[in-house]
């Protein structure tokens, strides 16, 4: 695990930002508006707006990312959005890593509500979303065709 680590999000790792979230997307469903808008736009559509993306580093070289992007909402302070991980590295518990840091993050940023939006053809996904914590909700209208589930976390 010495060569794992969880970095802040720069410029120079836009590019695999974008790649590896595009390969699950595109692996189970299509992708959609929102995700060009993040995607191609991180910096404005989440950093600029007080959101956080991390980057999972294998060997420095970047193989998973998390966002948070802050929403307006009365409960929620941000979306847990845009978690992918290179299917090599699936099974060794660095999605469980990358997710519980991006958690971390939101407490270091002041939340106490996040929220993620995702489908129930993710099972390991879901399951890990569970074992972090996360809880069915309903309160929002999706953005998203794919989103068929909502779940959300208390913290701090």
């Keep these: 695990m010495e060569s794992f680590k969880i970095v802040n999000y720069e410029t120079k790792y836009k590019s ?3 790649s590896i979230n595009e390969a699950w997307i595109r692996q189970y469903f299509k992708i959609e508006p929102s995700d060009q808008k993040a995607l191609i736009h991180p910096k404005e559509y989440i950093l600029d707006k ?3 993306i991390l980057i999972a580093l294998y060997e420095d ?5 998390c966002a948070l992007i802050k929403i307006d909402h009365p ?4 979306e847990l959005a845009k978690m ?10 660095f999605g469980q890593k990358i997710c519980q840091a991006t958690i971390d ?8 509500w996040i929220y993620l939006e995702s489908n ?5 996904a879901i399951e890990l979303y569970k074992k972090l914590g996360f809880e069915k909700i309903e309160d929002f209208e999706s953005p998203y065709e794919r989103c068929n589930i909502q779940m959300g976390l208390k913290i701090g």
């Excluded at 070289?61 to 990312?65: N, R, V």
């Excluded at 409960?75 to 941000?78: L, P």
């Excluded at 992918?84 to 518990?93: E, I, M, V």
Aim: no cysteine; hydrophobic share 35%; charged share 20%.
């Design 16 to 18: 695999a930002f974008r």
């Design 50 to 52: 007080g959101g956080a």
């Design 61 to 65: 070289q970047p193989i998973g990312a």
């Design 75 to 78: 409960k929620y302070d941000f």
């Design 84 to 93: 992918g991980l290179d299917p090599a590295y699936h099974g060794r518990g």
């Design 105 to 112: 993050k939101a407490v270091e940023l002041g939340a106490t």
């Design 120 to 124: 129930t053809v993710l099972k390991p």
